[in-house]
């Protein structure tokens, strides 16, 4: 069973950049796909990108121009680089997984904090 362990977050300016990183404590190509979710306070959780096992990746509003998924297989880690960031993008930030069986994982998440 695959594990997912999020790191990467903490406080940046707005302007700012951060990368998040996912680890899996398995292999990450037995996934249908990767992908990171982020909640802010008081709202519902929403889907920032995604990532396919052969590398093909889909996103939301922040992924156009700001934000960039990765994965390398032979690492089995996942990452989403963020740039430009705002206040708005403030968040628990979540990975995620699809197993072969449909089973969604989940990491226990990674808190980043957008403020001057």
């Known amino acids: 069973q695959v594990q997912l362990v999020e790191s990467g977050g903490g406080l940046v300016q707005p302007g700012g950049s951060l990368r998040l990183s996912c680890a899996a404590t398995?292999?990450?190509?037995?996934?249908?796909?990767m992908g990171w979710y982020r909640q802010a306070p008081g709202k519902q959780r929403e889907f920032v990108a995604q990532?396919?096992?052969?590398?093909?990746?889909t996103g939301g509003e922040a992924l156009k121009g700001r934000f960039a998924i990765s994965r390398d297989n032979a690492k089995n880690m996942m990452y989403l680089q963020m740039n430009s960031l705002r206040p708005e993008d403030t968040a628990v930030y979540y990975c995620?997984?699809?197993?072969?069986?449909?089973?969604?994982?989940w990491g226990q998440g990674t808190q980043v904090t957008v403020s001057s």
């Open positions: 995620s997984a699809l197993e072969r069986n449909l089973r969604r994982i």
């Open positions: 398995g292999s990450i190509s037995d996934l249908i796909n």
């Open positions: 990532i396919g096992s052969g590398g093909t990746t």
